[in-house]
């Protein structure tokens, strides 16, 4: 449990090392304070390794502000704070598993196609050969420096440099990931995730009528925000489960419980 690798080197962020770490253990007080009143709470935008969503927050407000295409990139430098790189342990990924933890390919990928969603780790779009290229021009390293655990990370930014080949260069610091305490995700993001996920599960199982599907999709988020008044729970995870046979929206409204 708190070894190097172990739960709280993946939960907390840890950075140090197993001695280190025994001697943290030692005075450890549980609950004092707890962390999610204390950080707050934070959702993932991105479905991948959550060191690499300030980077893509990064790469995709380049995207969106010069519009860039991989073509005109000479050079990407990516720097993480001390300890930031630590699960992005794939520079040259081949598969979707190993794009989750590849800073070089969320940012790469986000430059390409302007969003990150769940079909950006299909295996075949982490393969294109546009994105492969240029991995060998993606530059990425960590400040000098220490970090203890998670939270000296995230308070630290991480920076982003571009190279272009018409001689400019772009530069941004980003402090805080979308749907972080600092930044928390809206409203349409929020359904924006959900629709991407349940058009992905969709895909999978062949779907006839994609607007319909979407419709669906918008509904069922819309009955899920008064799911506190509903306690037919049960009929609304079924309607999920089986979005791709329903002809029609199951409502439902606290009237309905």
């Known amino acids: 449990m708190f070894r190097k690798r172990g739960f709280f080197h993946a939960f907390g962020g840890e950075t140090i090392s197993e001695a280190e770490m025994d001697e ?54 990516l720097t993480a704070p001390p300890g930031g790189l630590l699960p992005l342990v794939h520079n040259r990924p081949q598969t979707g598993l190993q794009a989750k933890f590849s800073a070089e390919y969320t940012v790469l990928a986000s430059l390409h196609d302007g ?19 240029l991995f060998s021009e993606v530059k990425v390293a960590e400040r000098e420096g220490k970090t203890t655990d998670g939270q000296e990370i995230e308070d630290m930014p991480v920076e982003l440099a571009i190279k ?64 506190d008044g509903c306690m037919d729970v049960g009929t609304w995870l079924t309607a999920i489960q089986n979005i791709h046979l329903s002809k029609k929206a199951l409502n439902l409204t606290p009237e309905q419980s």
């Open 24 to 77: 943290k253990v030692k005075n450890i007080h549980f609950g004092i304070p707890y962390d999610l009143l204390d950080a707050g709470l934070s959702v993932k935008m991105f479905p991948c390794c959550y060191a690499t969503h300030r980077f893509i927050s990064g790469a995709l407000e380049f995207k969106q502000e010069y519009n860039i295409n991989l073509q005109d990139i000479k050079q990407i430098i």
């Open 164 to 227: 272009l080949k018409d001689g400019q260069e772009l530069k941004k610091k980003v402090f805080h990931a979308p749907g972080s305490k600092f930044k928390p995700m809206t409203g349409q993001e929020r359904r924006d995730k959900w629709n991407d996920c349940l058009k992905h599960y969709v895909d999978g199982e062949g779907a006839d009528d994609e607007n319909e599907i979407a419709e669906l999709s918008n509904t069922l988020y819309d009955d899920g925000q008064q799911i």
């Open 115 to 133: 969003y990150i969603k769940l079909r950006s780790f299909e295996d075949q779009q982490v393969q294109r050969s546009e994105i492969q290229k």
